[in-house]
Structure formats: C-alpha cells, structure tokens
C-alpha cells in the first residue's frame, strides 16, 4: 500500500521508527503541536492537510493523533479512506493500549505526563512553526514569562503567566512514557529535573510502539482503529470504541 501519514510533531521520534519498519511506502506529514493551543482552530488546519493529500492517490491517509480533546471529531475523508486510532490522546498512542493508560491513570491520582516529544517541542519561548506565520508568537504553555511580560507589560504578563500554569497545582506525580527510542537519556533527565522543580514524584513507565506500529503496517483491527470510508466524518463517542463514523 501507499499511505500517507499526518501525525502530532509530539510522536516524532516513535512514527519515525515504526514507519522505518513498515512494508508499505509512506509520506509523512509532522504538524506543530501547537495545534492543540488553538482548540476549535485544530479541526480545519488538520482537514486542510487531509484534503491535500486526498489529490496524490493514497491507498489510506493515516492519523498519528488521537480523540485529542475533540480536536479530531468533525474531520471528513474525501476519496480516500482515514484511519484513526481509537485512543483519547496520545498518551494512550506512546502506551500502546487504551485500557493501560486508563488503569494506569485510575492508580495515579494526580498525575501529569511527558515523553521525549513533549519535552523537546513544548521548551517556553519555542516559536510554533505552522501557526506562528498566523498569530505571531507561541502559546499557552509554551508562552514563558518574559515574552508575556514583554507583549502585555509586567502586570498583565505575569498574571496571565500565573494562569497558564494554575493547572500544575492540582499535580502531585510526574510520569515520564519511556518509548525504547535512542538518544532519550536527555529527556529523562529533564522529566526528573521537572519533577523536582515542582515538588513532585516522578516515576518512569515503559512506552509501547505497538499502536503505532501496526497503525502504519495496515490490517486494521476494528477494535483498536477506527476506518473512515470516503465522504464518511469522525464523531466522538463516550462509549468505549472512543471515535466512531457520524
């Protein structure tokens, strides 16, 4: 098969290493992350690149996200089938299985995480490549101190500092997704020096690329991808298959 690939800048390093294995030729597509910044404005940035890679004549266009807070629900296959993953975001990708994220997040209140993606494209003062050329700086999380201070002035730059990251206080745990990838000690290291900053425990989990690996290798088991047909849209469901055809 001939696929094209659209995934989150955040599962970089794990798409490149399953696609380097996969039997089938691929065209990947890497999308900031910074699309999950600006919430109903993720939707049409992701159609766009769907309905460009509709005229190249793949056999599938194949998602590297998730639910991902809704971001995905609304997107529509042209002439060309999509597949999506049926996780709610992409901790639920870099664990390799739904159900071991959610008993893994049933047993850890309080719990923020990262891996090597989310560590190396969130850095604070990072210019978001695809959306920067539209709204001209970074955002949300990823907005440090002294470029909102500089933008707003000391007042209002370090309230809405203090805002962006009112969320790190209901955390008390930091759990690092080790994926098995090379050159990730870096990562490590900056996940425990995080959660020593924060004051909070830090625990490593092992990663699995088993999602992703057979998202790129084809066969598509229902019970674990979801298959668009062509003119078919995504919706979300609340039920246990995650997204399902509208």
């Known amino acids: 098969m001939r696929l094209k690939v659209i995934g989150c800048q955040v599962l970089t390093r794990e798409m490149k290493h399953v696609i380097s294995a996969s039997p089938h030729a691929i065209d990947v597509e890497f999308l900031t992350m910074g699309l999950h910044d600006l919430g109903a404005s993720m939707r049409p940035r992701l159609q766009e690149r769907i309905d460009a890679a509709d005229l190249d004549g793949y ?12 971001g ?5 296959a042209g002439k060309t089938q999509l597949v999506l993953p049926r996780a709610h975001d992409c901790i639920g990708l870099l664990m390799g299985d739904r159900h071991r994220y959610q008993a893994y997040f049933d047993a850890h209140s309080g719990v923020y995480f990262r891996s090597p ?14 959306v920067g050329a539209s709204t001209g700086h970074t955002l949300g999380e990823r907005r440090s101190r002294e470029e909102l201070i500089a933008q707003y002035g000391e007042e209002n730059g370090n309230y809405l500092f203090e805002q962006f990251n009112a969320f790190r206080a209901h955390y008390s745990q930091l759990a690092y997704i080790s994926p098995g990838v090379e050159s ?21 989990v092992p990663g699995s690329l088993s999602l992703l690996q057979r998202l790129v290798n084809g066969g598509w088991d229902p019970a674990d991808f979801l298959v668009v047909p062509p003119g078919a849209t995504i919706r979300g469901s609340l039920g246990e298959s995650i997204v399902d055809i509208a």
């Open 59 to 70: 056999d599938a266009i194949v998602l590297g996200y998730a639910l991902c807070g809704r």
């Open 117 to 130: 993606g989310w560590i190396e494209f969130q850095a604070p003062g990072q210019v978001l490549e695809q």
């Open 184 to 204: 990730e000690e870096q990562f490590r290291s900056l996940a425990r020096a995080e959660a020593k900053k924060e004051g909070w425990s830090f625990d490593e």
């Open 72 to 76: 995905t629900e609304g997107l529509r």
